[in-house]
């Protein structure tokens, strides 16, 4: 049976960050990861954004094998005995841990249509595969609004294909973005030539003769060759569960990112954690915070951790338009919109109370640590500044 010091269950970029921090401040200890990806830790941004506008491939790996790791991919850990510590493969393996790191991120939810002609958009191997149609001059339609719809929609419709875009909400962003900004958007990516339809959902899908026949709230009915479904992820908390950790909307950790079991931490996408800027527990699904907490886990287990306070900031592109953001951003709290030009260039401020609780740097760039010194103040950046 293998001992590991340190064992990493995931692979992704929360598992890198991890074991390139526990490296820096352990330069012997032995550091295993268990990850159910094929493919060693790489960084998922470029997937939906850079990869499309022509940035190499070989630019995504997070080169984690340079640090000493023992990596075992394509296998999936089935259960933790935080007793014994011991974790069991889907091979059978048994190996013990002194600190083990769950980094297990999230499942992106499915659809009832189990079919090869749906992509739910996570990994290298689903970019691999959605590049590869977009070949081919096929009918596209992506299902969803949200951050991995309107980037596969826009990277889609940049190397030419047809798109339809299927979004239940009134507009692109809804959940994030301001009524007025979000209906913008939804022009914006008609002018850039996708079908954009707001207030549909989807009622039902069937298969036809090498079609999927996507049935809409409104009755229609549209064929198309590929889906692409954003409908977010689930965080992956079942052999927490199963090992008895306590789980509320994910791992639920403390400052220093132990789990309620002695010696296993959590991070990244699956952990739940107390944010002192914001006085709430939250969980982010952001690169920010997989890069930050991951290191951050890394240090406790390595016994060289400081409390975990920091405010994760992520970002996203949409055609040519981007973005930067920090805090909470929901639109149903009080939002003060100050635009440089309007939906071009601006930054958009969340207030509850009047304080601010998030903040939107639109087409906004080199802010990010002003906004984020503005979360729980009353206060504004100069616009673009
Ligand atoms: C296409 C795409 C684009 C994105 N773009 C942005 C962006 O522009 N900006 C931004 O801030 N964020 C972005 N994100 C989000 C960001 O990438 C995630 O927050 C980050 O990847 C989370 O990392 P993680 O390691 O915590 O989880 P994950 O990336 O989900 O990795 C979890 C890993 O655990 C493995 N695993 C799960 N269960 C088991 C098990 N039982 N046994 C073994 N292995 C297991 C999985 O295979 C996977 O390797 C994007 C995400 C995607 C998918």
Known sequence: MTDFRYLIIGGGMTADAAAHAIRAADSAGSIGIISSDPHPPYNRPPLS????????EDKVWRNTETVGVDLRLGRRATAIDPRKKTVTDDRGTVVTYDKLLLATGGTPRRLPLHSEQIIYYRTYDDYRRLRALANENLKFLVLGGGFIGSEVAAALRMVGRDVTMLIPEDGIGARVFPADLSRFLVDYYREQGVDVRTGEGLASLQQSAGKVIVHTTHGKQIPVDVIVAGLGIQPNVDLAEQAGLRVDNGVVVDDMLRTSAPDVFAAGDVANFYNPALGTRM??????????MGAAAGSSMAGTGAPYTHLPFFYSDLFQLGYEAVGELDPRLEVDSDWKEPFREGVVYYLKDGRVRGVLLWNTWGQVDNARALIGKAGHLVAGG
């Open 49 to 56: 954004k850079g990869l499309w506008k022509g940035e190499s």
């Open 283 to 292: 969980r982010v699904e952001h690169e920010d915070n997989a890069n930050s």
